[in-house]
């Protein structure tokens, strides 16, 4: 009984890791497109850090994909084998991270400044 719940909860992780980081991907890829390619995104300074987040979250599922959801598919696991391959994947999970969470940070701070209504905090922020 354990072993099938256990069988269970193993490939329902699975699926849902890969239909996750798939949605992931076919989103980020749209937001990219759609921010690059619009002319009415092109002025707007809050686009490049929605940008910047749009490329380290693909970049963070791309890692995924290839790390945690491939080789259960393959069988070979390569951090399990090499020591560098385990450290190169935890620090670039950590700094793609930080630099989503900080351009979430950087864009909301940048909309802060722009749209305050005393003039030398909008003009704080304008180039």
Known sequence: MASTIQNF??????????ITTSTAIF???????IF??????RDNRCIF????????????????????ILPKIYGYDITSYSLTWCRIKNMIYQIANLITLSMVCFA???QFFSTNYRLYLRQFCTF
């Open 36 to 41: 690059t390619k619009l002319k009415i995104f």
């Open 9 to 18: 909860a193993s490939q329902y992780s699975f699926y849902a890791n890969l």
């Open 49 to 68: 850090y929605l940008t910047i987040e749009s490329i380290s979250n693909l970049l963070h599922q791309l890692f995924t994909l290839i790390i945690n």
């Open 27 to 33: 989103g980020n890829i749209l937001n990219l497109l």
């Open 108 to 110: 909301a701070v940048d």
